[in-house]
């Protein structure tokens, strides 16, 4: 997952907003297309997902080549980047609360 450039991406933002133009990093000013990188993503965390519930599946079957402890991972493993995807996209929505809030 891509959390470290949706958290730099979100930083330029606010620097953009809150400081002069002069003052922004370099990797600030450099075009990005977040978009493209929100939907990988989601992607990816679908596919863990789908991987997670397709090992759940297999185990419940009775599978023997599938244990409990990896079912257990790999569920934990989506659970996480599930919730860590949710909390970006509440930063993100409480980030274009308040741009829209800013008086011009």
Same mark, same amino acid.
């Given at each position: 997952?891509? *959390?470290?450039?949706? &958290?730099? +991406?979100?930083?330029?933002?606010?620097?953009?907003?809150? =400081? /002069?133009? =002069?003052? &922004?990093?370099? #990797?600030?000013?450099?075009?990005?297309?977040?978009? /493209? &990188?929100?939907?990988?993503?989601?992607?990816q965390?679908?596919?863990?997902?789908?991987? /997670?519930? #397709?090992?759940?599946?297999?185990? +419940?079957?009775?599978?023997?080549?599938?244990? *409990?402890?990896?079912?257990? &991972? +790999?569920?934990?493993?989506?659970? *996480?980047?599930?919730?860590?995807?949710? +909390?970006?996209?509440?930063?993100?929505i409480? /980030?274009?609360?308040?741009?829209?809030?800013?008086?011009?």
């Amino acid at each position: 997952m891509q *959390i470290q450039q949706v &958290l730099a +991406e979100m930083r330029s933002l606010q620097a953009r907003a809150s =400081g /002069a133009p =002069g003052d &922004l990093p370099a #990797a600030a000013t450099q075009p990005s297309d977040f978009a /493209a &990188l929100m939907k990988n993503s989601v992607d990816q965390i679908s596919t863990m997902q789908n991987q /997670a519930t #397709a090992l759940a599946d297999a185990y +419940e079957s009775g599978d023997k080549s599938v244990d *409990i402890s990896r079912v257990m &991972l +790999e569920v934990n493993k989506a659970g *996480i980047a599930f919730h860590a995807m949710t +909390e970006v996209r509440n930063k993100l929505i409480d /980030a274009y609360t308040q741009v829209m809030n800013m008086s011009v």
